[in-house]
């Protein structure tokens, strides 16, 4: 019988090398892992932080709410590497005020908005031009968001989650607008990934992680080289039919009412 599919030939995957990439909130654990994984790929890494750092073969410090500094440091990294191929959005904030709205400060709120979705908002606003005046013209965009955009929670941090939110539907909003440019836009639904900081948000009380861990179906942390792997999937050419998207990172989280121990 013959197949009904044509024999096409194989397409050589070169992963990152050559491309251009920019790890905003480089300093962060994710955002290293995320960069050393680039690297790993062939990929000319800049960094980029509101703290110094030494992340990549280029390594900035950036405010990156300033949309003059944003703005600069895209024109700098073009100026200096001739391109821009993938800019990953690694920023985000979630102060020890952030509650019930009920129970939060106009300025927490303000805070969370610049730091998880102002940031997003202005970096793709002058990164993105960049992506498609690349010769050819195309890239790959992520955002880091969170699971908890994805659903409900009676305890979660409402500024951050709604700001993650918007991150999701600013995203979807740009990879349907840009599907015909080449430049692709896609988010990553974070869960639990293993840090210090993760842990002791949720080892402040002994008895809350044991809880939370009857509830997440694989019943561990995410680890930073799973995290950072899904990354340099969607940066590279394997997830080039991928476009406003968000990727649930979660072990499961979201996708379950409740799990025996």
């Known amino acids: 019988m013959t197949s009904r599919y044509r024999h096409v030939e194989a397409e050589v995957v070169d992963g990152l090398i050559g491309k251009v990439c920019v790890v905003n909130g480089a300093a962060s654990l994710i955002g290293q892992a995320v960069a050393d994984r680039f690297t790993r790929e062939g990929a000319v890494v800049v960094g980029v932080d509101l703290v110094e750092h030494s992340v990549g073969v280029h390594s900035l410090q950036a405010d990156l709410s300033d949309e003059g500094l944003v703005e600069e440091t895209y024109r700098r990294i073009v100026r200096d590497h001739g391109r821009l191929d993938v800019i990953y959005n690694n920023m985000g904030l979630m102060g020890s005020g952030d509650r019930s709205v009920l129970d939060m400060s106009l300025q927490t709120w303000r805070d969370a908005m610049d730091a998880n979705l102002t940031s997003v908002f202005l970096s793709c606003k002058h990164g993105i031009p960049h992506l498609l005046n690349t010769e050819p013209s195309g890239g790959s965009v992520i955002n880091a968001a969170s699971f908890l955009a994805a659903m409900g929670s009676a305890t979660a941090p409402m500024a951050y989650t709604a700001a993650k939110a ?30 210090p900081a993760q842990r002791a948000i949720l080892e402040r009380d002994p008895s809350v992680l044991a809880k939370r861990l009857v509830h997440w179906p694989m019943g561990r942390f995410g680890t930073l080289e799973e995290a950072a792997g899904t990354i340099a999937f969607l940066a590279g050419a394997d997830s080039g039919f991928i476009t406003g998207a968000a990727i649930p990172l979660d072990g499961g989280i979201t996708e379950a009412f409740t799990v025996p121990e």
Do not use: M, S, W
């Open 166 to 195: 918007a991150v999701v539907q600013l995203t979807r909003d740009l990879g349907v607008h840009l599907a015909r440019t080449g430049v692709r836009v896609n988010a990553v639904l974070f869960g639990p990934v293993e840090t």
